[in-house]
């Protein structure tokens, strides 16, 4: 199907554990990006990615890593889930041009416990 | 340091009836604003946005205004509909920084009929 898919929707894991959520999107977008949503803090950016293989940090990043080897997919890997990254994650994707802004669109979210 | 605040978390409205939700940035190199719109257990979806170089945008019932000056946003939703009742959030980037967004912290829209 057409769009951003995020596998799985639901997660619960314990702490200690390393944890990979995968991002797909089929519209050869540029940009990606990963966010959390908790109360009271709207979207935090986790990750972003302008292209394959070029990451940065987001506001949040400490405790997660990405990799890009691949246009469409943008995993966000966990390495030692602690129950404070327990939140939704949000993938995302955006066009790209020089000089110009474009919406992003977001997948479904994955529920993240972390017990 | 929060650079986008939307500081109502609530609203409650009339059907047919006039929605303003507000939103507060603090970096002057913000120079693109977007609204989003999410339903519980989806992904927000984008509804509008407006560039600095403007100071009003309108489609269909949503009008988004700026005021640079002020570095406020609003959003109007005119009129409001049962289907309307979501979390609204605000965002804002800049075309320097790549498409990166800073959203704010949402407000919960109920629309009553």
């Known amino acids: 199907d057409a769009g951003i898919t995020q596998s799985p929707r639901y997660k619960i894991t314990e702490t200690g554990r390393q944890v990979t959520l995968m991002c797909h999107q089929t519209w050869s977008h540029s940009y990606m990006f990963w966010y959390r949503q908790d109360l009271g803090h709207g979207l935090r950016l986790i990750y972003y990615?302008?292209?394959?293989?070029?990451?940065d940090k987001g506001e949040v990043s400490d405790g997660y890593v990405v990799s890009r080897s691949k246009t469409e997919n943008f995993p966000l890997t966990l390495e030692s889930a602690t129950r404070s990254q327990t939140s939704v994650y949000f993938c995302?994707?955006?066009?790209?041009?020089?000089?110009?802004?474009?919406?992003?669109?977001f997948g479904p979210g994955t529920r993240l416990t972390v017990t | 340091d929060q650079q986008v605040k939307q500081n109502s978390p609530s609203l409650s409205v009339q059907e047919g009836r006039i929605s303003i939700l507000n939103c507060d940035y603090t970096n002057s190199m913000f120079d693109y604003f977007l609204w989003y719109k999410k339903y519980p257990a989806e992904g927000p979806t984008f509804l509008i946005s407006i560039s600095s170089i403007k100071d009003k945008n309108e489609d269909g019932r949503f009008t988004v205004f700026l005021n640079k000056s002020a570095k406020h946003l609003s959003l109007h939703i005119v009129p409001s509909q049962p289907g309307d009742s979501a979390v609204y959030f605000c965002a804002a980037g800049s075309k320097a920084a790549g498409n990166k967004l800073t959203f704010g912290g949402g407000t919960r829209v109920l629309v009553k009929p």
């Open positions: 990615s302008a292209a394959a293989d070029i990451t």
């Open positions: 995302a994707s955006s066009d790209r041009r020089a000089g110009a802004f474009y919406e992003q669109y």
